[in-house]
């Protein structure tokens, strides 16, 4: 009857760590990823319900023509706009080359006081690619065109 007894106590001990053990890696893996998930948001959003200073977030949309002011120190202004609202963005580093007024980007940053200060920006990658949230967010505005249509595919 010990021995019987032994191996349940010994079985629950091993139940407890494996328990305990799900417990701290799920934790760590939580605390490791608290930046690195950046919520998508259109400007329309951004309008309706500014974030607050400190959240990092990513936006997207169009570059709105004639926005784009380079020649201003290291700092490049342009607005992005999903057709209902305009954002202005505020980005100091090197851009993409395929970056350009009228073009899909995505900007990872911060919105403080109005403007949308990007510590990152992505841009298509070519001709017809827009990035899915930049699409969705077109879309729900109505001025969406597909640079596909028309277009044959095999």
Not at 22 to 29: E, G, R
């Amino acid at each position: 009857m010990a021995l019987t007894t032994l191996k349940k106590k010994r079985r629950i001990q091993v139940i407890a760590i494996g328990m305990m053990a799900l417990v701290v890696s799920t934790a760590l893996i939580g605390y490791a990823m608290r930046d690195g998930i950046n919520f998508f948001r259109s400007p329309s959003q951004v309008a309706e319900a500014p974030p607050a200073p400190n959240e990092v977030f990513r936006i997207g949309g169009l570059v709105a023509d004639g926005s784009l002011l380079r020649g201003q120190g290291e700092t490049i202004t342009f607005a992005v706009t999903d057709g209902a609202a305009t954002i202005p963005v505020a980005y100091t580093g090197v851009l993409p080359d395929l970056f350009g007024e009228g073009e899909g980007m995505v900007g990872t940053g911060r919105f403080v006081d109005g403007t949308f200060q990007a510590t990152e920006i992505l841009a298509k990658h070519d001709e017809s690619y827009m990035p899915k949230e930049v699409v969705d967010a077109l879309k729900e505005q109505g001025v969406y065109q597909d640079p596909n249509a028309g277009v044959a595919t095999n």
